[in-house]
């Protein structure tokens, strides 16, 4: 290796020096432009207000905050999201039985058209060769008389079950329509749902973005709690046994399992394990559930989250539940107080 001459050795470690100042101001620009792209981002989908926390680039305090918030919003449109699809299924359901009811109501009226078909044929039959061959056929004036009596009658009963038949076939359509109008509505919904999900999916990229910024390119690591909850026998012992055993599942929106979940989706099926149905909604599940105070807490029950109850987690004692939490996170055990509390409630 040739030996450097004593008299260059300044220059060359200043040259150096410039070197690593150099390549550590690239590497700065380019952690400053990615902070300005995530935040772009987010501000594009609303996520973001404008003021200090949106400049070019964020501490990582405001980061945080603006992730919490992120985490917030789409929790809320996720629920929405499974709140407007239950009652869609409820709706279709409806409208479906609706369809069912009509086809024998038509099939019916049919039959009893076909009778008075019968009944007026007899009818004519009896008096088509005139009033002396009808007579002579009968045998008797009077046997004529009944005869042609009981075949109005008949025909007469006919008609009036086909009138009532009618009648509930029009109040079975008018239902129906009622149904599909709000068919439409929904629809409609789900067609908003859609776009929100677009504009989601672009949050989430920026989330990512953000906390790649915000952890230097590795995930954020979560200690796990090593809490395990005491049996608990009965209905409420299977829900808390079968969320125990998603701790670490990933979330993942409209998820109800096996393999992700989303908060609501794991509390119905941790209860739907133990035999007892619950709607895919937070909201829907506190408008199903019976109320109870913080004081007669069990194991089991639920804790609902949020003025807009958007999140909702399964009780396990002391003080903790399971739940899945947002986007990015995975089925955790938490404390019973890790968000506003907007009640509690037993399946």
């Not at 709706?91 to 009944?119: H, S, V």
């Not at 908003?192 to 990512?208: H, M, N, P, Y």
């Not at 007892?276 to 913080?294: D, F, K, Y």
Request: charged letters at 15%; aromatic letters at 6%; one cysteine or more.
């Amino acid at each position: 290796m040739p030996v450097v001459p004593a008299s260059l050795c300044p220059r060359l470690a200043l040259r150096a020096a410039r070197a690593a100042a150099a390549a550590a101001r690239t590497a700065a620009a380019v952690a400053r432009t990615a902070a300005a792209a995530a935040v772009a981002v987010l501000a594009a989908g609303g996520l973001c207000a404008p003021g200090p926390a949106a400049h070019a680039n964020p501490t990582p305090a405001e980061l945080s905050q603006q992730l919490s918030a992120a985490s917030q919003q789409l929790e809320t449109v996720i629920e929405q999201y499974n709140a407007t699809q239950v009652r869609l299924t409820a709706t279709q359901a409806r409208r479906d039985a609706m369809t069912a009811q009509l086809a024998p109501l038509g099939q019916a009226i049919g039959a009893l058209q076909d009778q008075i078909g019968q009944y007026s044929a007899g009818l004519y039959e009896r008096i088509g060769g005139g009033p002396v061959a009808a007579l002579v056929a009968a045998g008797s004036p009077g046997n004529l008389v009944d005869e042609l009596t009981m075949l109005d009658h008949l025909s007469l009963v006919s008609r009036r079950q086909v009138a009532q038949l009618h009648a509930e076939q029009q109040r079975y359509a008018q239902e129906q329509s009622a149904l599909d109008v709000v068919l439409g509505q929904q629809a409609a919904q789900q067609a908003d749902l859609a776009a929100k999900r677009t504009k989601i999916e672009t949050q989430i990229a920026g989330l990512r973005q953000l906390r790649f910024t915000l952890y230097g390119g590795r995930n954020p690591v979560t200690p796990h709690d090593r809490y395990v909850p005491a049996y608990q026998p009965g209905p409420a012992g299977v829900a808390i046994r079968y969320a125990y055993a998603q701790l670490g599942k990933p979330y993942a929106w409209g998820a109800a399992g096996p393999d992700a979940f989303d908060c609501s989706g794991l509390t119905m099926a941790s209860w739907g394990a133990a035999g007892v149905s619950l709607p895919h909604s937070s909201t829907l599940q506190w408008a199903q559930v019976a109320h109870v105070s913080r004081g007669q807490l069990q194991p089991g029950d639920l804790v609902f989250y949020y003025g807009n109850i958007h999140h909702v987690a399964i009780y396990i004692g002391d003080d903790k539940v399971i739940h899945a939490p947002t986007y990015g996170q995975d089925v955790e055990i938490a404390p019973v107080d890790t968000a506003p509390i907007h009640g509690y409630g037993r399946p």
